[in-house]
């Protein structure tokens, strides 16, 4: 280690690339459950935590389930920060400083689009899909550029990280771990939102890109289901 420099996840030669492309990862991590602490206790707090169950239930399982599931997925992170893959050339082969700093970069824009996103939900946030008793549908802000834009920073996180990092270990879960929680949250959300808020988040959806814009998604023929039924109705429509 050159002195100075920490690689938080290890390496076979800490340069000045490595150590500021890990502790980006790290901060964006750090952000991520500092945030997301933070709003959970301002939630208790003031009350803000009154579930529907029964609509819960409907789409994916009741809320304790969901969050035990979660913690399951976040729990594989431990062991893989904590072997240093990075020390070892096979999961780090290379580092390539402007790569890394680019990475570095985009790790700071999506530490900033998750405060947002918690910002701009305010009372309506919540860790895994579920209905409150008093849910409002947020369309201002970023949630005017994506109907998910959490996740959406999440998965432009996963590229921060392989840049920043160049370890596919570190990368290569974390892609897997975004991979699984899009897959399979973004349906239960919107079948909860599509129940609660009926034609008026279809036409949002007519709006607004799942994770991005309109014209983005469609391009990379990136759609949900209710993006189809939105779709299919506004053809019914022009004819």
Not at 23 to 43: K, N, R
Request: glycine share 8%; net charge positive; with cysteine.
């Amino acid at each position: 280690m050159r002195l100075g420099l920490w690689c938080p996840f290890g390496s076979w030669e800490c340069s000045l690339s490595d150590s500021a492309g890990q502790v980006s990862v790290l901060f964006f991590f750090s952000i991520v459950v500092a945030v997301t602490t933070i709003h959970t206790l301002i939630q208790v707090i003031t009350g803000t935590v009154y579930w529907d169950d029964k609509k819960t239930e409907r789409h994916g399982g009741g809320s304790w389930y969901k969050k035990a599931r979660l913690g399951v997925l976040l729990s594989g992170f431990f062991p893989i920060l904590w072997i240093k893959s990075s020390h070892i050339g096979l999961f780090h082969p290379v580092q390539y400083p402007p790569l890394q700093f680019a990475g570095l970069v985009l790790n700071a824009a999506c530490s900033i689009a998750f405060t947002v996103v918690h910002l701009d939900m305010g009372k309506n946030w919540s860790p895994v899909p579920e209905a409150k008793k008093d849910h409002g549908l947020v369309t201002h802000g970023i949630f005017g550029v994506a109907r998910h834009p959490m996740y959406a920073t999440f998965a432009i996180a996963a590229i921060g990280i392989w840049m920043s990092t160049l370890d596919w270990t570190i990368s290569g879960y974390y892609t897997v771990l975004v991979a699984y929680i899009v897959i399979h949250r973004i349906p239960h959300e919107e079948a909860i939102l599509h129940e609660t808020f009926g034609d008026t988040y279809i036409e949002y959806c007519k709006q607004v890109g799942v994770m991005g814009p309109r014209w983005l998604m469609d391009t990379l023929g990136l759609r949900t289901e209710l993006d189809y039924k939105a779709s299919t109705l506004e053809k019914k429509k022009m004819k």
